[in-house]
């Protein structure tokens, strides 16, 4: 029974909408499935307060969602993790999603991928920096992928700090991709202007 219970939650993702108001199943469930291209049809379970559970056919299917993310219904972020435990919701924790992040104004001796990865860190834990087929990271910017706290206002800026006293710290613009609607006073997801 616990093998087949755990190769159930293995093809699972548990995901909760950030959305104060609740959530309409049949307006997601539709939704999901016309924006999700899968090889098989995903199942979708609401699990209350504005948590679902998501059963893939495929594990390849599962991938491609998590790495695609982050995922939007309604303006609203929906904060996607694996089950944990036996799958009990209650212990899921939602308090991170994974975003792909540009940092502009780098100077151009610090566009390296060990420096994206020191620059990232400052923003959460880095899971990829995209390089060229060199592996460099030459461009306008930085871009990488880093798993974002986002119980915690979003960083819009980053200093770097220079060696000297007369030397300025070096101010990096931070933009987040596919960011959902948040009020960009404090920062925080799923706190709204409205609200």
């Not at 982050?70 to 899921?92: M, N, S, W, Y």
Request: aromatic share 10%.
């Amino acid at each position: 029974m616990k093998a087949k219970g755990e190769k159930i939650v293995e093809g699972c993702l548990i995901g909760k909408v950030l959305n104060r108001r609740g959530v309409s199943f049949e307006g997601l469930k539709f939704a999901m499935q016309k924006v999700w291209q899968t090889s098989r049809e995903v199942k979708i379970e609401s699990l209350g307060d504005n948590v679902f559970m998501f059963k893939f056919g495929t594990e390849s299917d599962k991938r491609s969602i998590m790495m695609g993310g982050p995922c939007h219904f309604d303006r609203a972020l929906i904060v996607l993790t694996e089950p944990v435990g036996i799958g009990d919701v209650k212990k899921q924790n939602f308090s991170h999603t994974s975003f792909w992040v540009q940092i502009h104004d780098v100077p151009i001796m610090c566009m390296s991928k060990e420096m994206a990865v020191e620059l990232g860190e400052v923003i959460g834990k880095v899971e990829e920096v995209d390089t060229d087929a060199a592996g460099e990271c030459f461009g306008q910017f930085l871009r990488m992928r880093i798993s974002v706290d986002i119980t915690k206002p979003l960083k819009k800026l980053i200093e770097l700090e220079q060696e000297g006293e007369e030397e300025e710290d070096i101010p990096m613009r931070v933009m987040y991709g596919r960011l959902p609607d948040f009020y960009f006073y404090c920062g925080r997801i799923g706190h709204q202007y409205r609200e």
